[in-house]
């Protein structure tokens, strides 16, 4: 167990929807990543927050958004959802300190179906 | 051009024997670490181990050992003593940089589907 808990673990849905995953990271770590695994394009980095503030972004359509609270759980929002979009999506934390090392911790993911 | 290259999508192993699993990276940034995640039909994404570029020797976990060559922009991972449960993907990835202010992302490979043989 990583420590890092990603609800739900399954999502079906049709094309259109919207829906929001939820991912609380570590307790202590402050930055949060969030990754699309998917058939054809792999493993992407789509977005990264760190202490509640945006800090990089990769492949995210702007379709999709994301955002960390307070309590540094995160939210990645996708909207009007395409077949494309589905994909296991993963969360991952670390502790964003500037060391070397900077092990990244994932959680068990998120399986979006789109029908 | 991809930054990590695994350029085998599968490999079998007989069960007890060694296996070397390939990465190749490509980076300008002097500051970077390699990463090696297994990932069974769980589904989980599993760390294995790590190595900094600026690390002298090769990096070694229990079973698992990365041959790291830095010239030629290698991080191969060696698993010693195939078990029946090493039967999952194996993804190489890099993270650039040390980031600054905590940006530390990772860039996969398309992974490598080890199948260990009884």
């Known amino acids: 167990d990583s420590g890092v808990t990603q609800t739900p673990k399954h999502l079906i849905t049709a094309t259109g929807q919207r829906v929001t995953l939820r991912c609380s990271p570590r307790?202590?770590?402050?930055?949060v990543y969030w990754y699309q695994q998917s058939l054809d394009q792999g493993l992407q980095f789509l977005i990264q927050?760190?202490?509640?503030?945006?800090?990089a972004k990769g492949n995210i359509l702007e379709r999709f958004s994301a955002q960390q609270f307070p309590d540094l759980h995160s939210e990645l929002n996708l909207s009007s959802l395409e077949l494309g979009d589905s994909a296991l999506y993963f969360c991952?934390?670390?502790?964003?300190?500037?060391?070397?090392?900077?092990?990244?911790?994932f959680g068990p993911g998120t399986r979006l179906t789109v029908l | 051009a991809q930054k990590i290259t695994q350029t085998q999508p599968g490999m079998f192993v007989q069960e007890k024997e060694a296996v070397t699993l390939d990465c190749t990276y490509d980076t300008s940034d002097p500051s970077y670490g390699l990463f090696w995640y297994k990932q069974p039909s769980s589904g989980e994404m599993i760390f294995l181990i790590y190595q900094g570029s600026y690390d002298q020797q090769n990096a070694t976990e229990g079973r698992y050992s990365l041959n790291f060559q830095k010239a030629r922009k290698s991080a191969n991972l060696v698993i010693s003593a195939s078990q029946l449960g090493d039967s999952a993907m194996y993804f190489c990835a890099m993270r650039e940089g040390l980031g600054g202010a905590g940006s530390y992302q990772l860039t996969f490979g398309k992974g490598t589907k080890l199948s260990v043989i009884p």
């Open positions: 927050y760190y202490n509640g503030e945006e800090r």
């Open positions: 307790s202590g770590d402050l930055s």
């Open positions: 991952a934390s670390s502790d964003g300190t500037g060391t070397d090392y900077n092990e990244q911790f």
